[in-house]
């Protein structure tokens, strides 16, 4: 991460403005704790608005990160495989690894959540997608890179079911 390392085997505070920023469109974030503070157990993000309607990716799976998803605000709604679930806040949503699945808001209000990935290192990931520019054969190596699949041919049909956008890159 660009802040100064945290530490978490002391007292920590993280202000709000503190951590990497990813931006994918109209769905972005913060690193808010990475790997290098936790021994690699663990990596925290906070996506401070999903707007409404928005797809946040398309469907995925990662071979090496279970994600836990906290909704703060807002309704989340996840599809696991071929399960969807919607999420007020106060709600946990697992997404265990080797699982396709994707996520977007389905209310009318921005969602605001919290992303635990386990175990960490996928916090690069984004840096490196958004360095990409767009261009597909590096995000397949990308992709590649962090034992992910990725379904864009996907993104058409959740849009049109769900009534869903999404963001450009």
Do not use: Q
Request: hydrophobic residues 40%; aromatic residues 10%.
């Amino acid at each position: 991460m660009n802040e100064p390392e945290a530490d978490l085997d002391e007292l920590t505070v993280i202000a709000p403005d503190e951590g990497d920023a990813f931006d994918f469109g109209e769905v972005s974030g913060r690193w808010k704790i990475d790997g290098t503070s936790t021994h690699e157990r663990f990596a925290v993000a906070h996506l401070p608005n999903i707007p409404p309607g928005v797809l946040a990716a398309p469907l995925h799976r990662h071979s090496n990160e279970d994600e836990y998803s906290y909704v703060l605000e807002g309704t989340l709604s996840v599809m696991v495989g071929d399960e969807v679930v919607t999420a007020e806040p106060g709600t946990w949503v697992f997404k265990p690894r080797g699982e396709w699945h994707t996520f977007w808001n389905a209310g009318e209000t921005p969602c605001r959540m919290i992303e635990i990935v386990a175990p960490a290192g996928f916090e690069s990931y984004f840096e490196e997608v958004a360095a990409a520019g767009g261009d597909i054969d590096r995000l397949a190596e990308i992709n590649a890179k962090y034992s992910i699949e990725m379904d864009f041919e996907s993104v058409p049909a959740l849009c049109e079911r769900y009534g869903l956008t999404f963001p450009e890159l």
